[in-house]
């Protein structure tokens, strides 16, 4: 019974490149949320999304940052033409439904733009 | 704005001091308020939701407690292994009716043997 699983673990780009984070949910949970953790700071919302629908983006920034979660495989967050600001841990939670009670987190991925 | 604070930013004590970690909120509308736990590399881990004022939960050294406008872990007798940092949420009351949390920003907790 694997819990969140997000890859990779660790990513390193350079300014200006893509990054594609990828977070496979728990078996049978149809609910993702990703948020992000920059340095001496809390973790922050980004979005919320059910399998093929964004449910809430309110704390997406407006450019370069997208996501998505196909009817198959896992959620992706995409950093387009990333900067030094961009580098974070950045956490998918999951859950079987809709809800704000105690939805299991992955391990993160830590993103460092060079 | 929903905010949630947490107090002391970083907490030392001998292996077996008690202690109370604080977490203070104002989000209108409250539908619960969650305790986390997060080892260092790692994701958080769901610790407790409570949902009431006066509501009480325990896990083993841990047990938090919730009055209208805070909320409080309490340590006892803690052991090197309870080192981490705690983090304490609210979900937005806008937005959505559920999945946005807003969070503190943690208290680390270090327990020296």
């Known amino acids: 019974n694997a819990g969140v699983m997000q890859n990779p673990r660790h990513l390193v780009r350079r300014r200006g490149q893509e990054a594609r984070l990828r977070c496979s949910p728990m078996?049978?949970?149809?609910?993702v949320y990703w948020y992000r953790q920059l340095p001496e700071e809390g973790l922050k919302f980004m979005v919320y999304?059910?399998?093929?629908?964004?449910?809430?983006e309110s704390g997406m920034p407006k450019e370069r940052f997208s996501a998505e979660f196909p009817k198959e495989g896992p959620s992706i967050l995409r950093i387009q033409q990333v900067v030094r600001g961009d580098s974070a841990a950045y956490f998918c939670?999951?859950?079987?439904?809709?809800?704000?009670?105690?939805?299991?987190f992955g391990s993160g991925t830590r993103l460092t733009v060079v | 704005e929903d905010q949630v604070t947490q107090s002391p930013e970083a907490l030392r004590l001998q292996e077996g001091e008690s202690s109370s970690l604080n977490c203070s909120y104002t989000?209108?509308?409250?539908?619960?308020l969650f305790w986390y736990r997060q080892d260092p590399g790692k994701g958080p881990e769901f610790l407790f939701t409570?949902?009431?004022a006066g509501e009480e939960k325990e896990k083993e050294r841990l047990k938090a407690t919730l009055t209208k406008k805070e909320s409080f872990l309490h340590i006892t007798a803690p052991k090197p292994e309870d080192s981490a940092t705690y983090l304490c949420?609210?979900?937005?009351?806008?937005?959505?009716?559920?999945?946005?949390?807003?969070f503190g920003q943690g208290t680390i907790l270090t327990v020296h043997p």
């Open positions: 939670a999951s859950s079987p439904r809709g809800t704000d009670d105690g939805y299991t």
């Open positions: 078996k049978g949970h149809s609910h």
């Open positions: 999304l059910q399998k093929e629908n964004i449910i809430d």
């Open positions: 989000v209108s509308g409250l539908r619960g």
């Open positions: 409570l949902y009431s």
């Open positions: 949420a609210a979900p937005n009351a806008g937005g959505t009716s559920y999945g946005k949390l807003t």
